[in-house]
């Protein structure tokens, strides 16, 4: 199980070599999240419109290791962007994954941009 987890790093915003068209903003409910493919990864991508902000982060709670985070709710903790993972409510921040609510491991985030009606998802290879 560890290897699922394993494929999963950060990226940062300095690091992207290439972006991923993922779909339409269209597809994605307003605050709210939705999954998307790549290669063999799921990324949670969220539509986080009460900020005006978009995030993205592994589908898989590092928890159970179940590809459940899109389904998550997002909200606010202490002033961190965050979603709670839906089957145990850990919670985990949009900007660094560190969860914030345990001693999990922090989940793998990545830079979202918007370009014209697309959003596109940042990775370093
Ligand atoms: S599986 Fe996500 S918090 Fe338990």
């Known amino acids: 199980m ?3 987890l394993d494929k999963y790093k950060t990226v940062k915003p300095e690091d992207v070599k290439s972006w991923f068209k993922a779909a339409p903003i269209s597809a994605f409910p307003k605050d709210g999240g ?3 493919k790549y290669k063999d990864l799921q990324i ?3 539509n986080f419109e009460r900020l ?13 290791q179940e590809m459940v985070l899109s389904r998550g709710m997002i909200g606010d903790h202490k002033g961190t962007p965050m979603v709670a993972c839906p089957l145990h409510k850990k919670i985990f921040s949009l900007e660094n994954g560190e969860n914030l609510n345990g001693d999990l491991d922090a989940i793998a985030t990545y830079p979202v941009k918007i370009d014209g009606e697309n959003v596109y998802i940042g990775f370093s290879e």
């Open 52 to 64: 005006g902000t978009w995030y993205a982060c592994q589908n898989l709670s590092p928890e159970k």
């Open 44 to 46: 949670a991508v969220f």
């Open 34 to 36: 939705a999954c998307v």
């Open 2 to 4: 560890g290897e699922i």
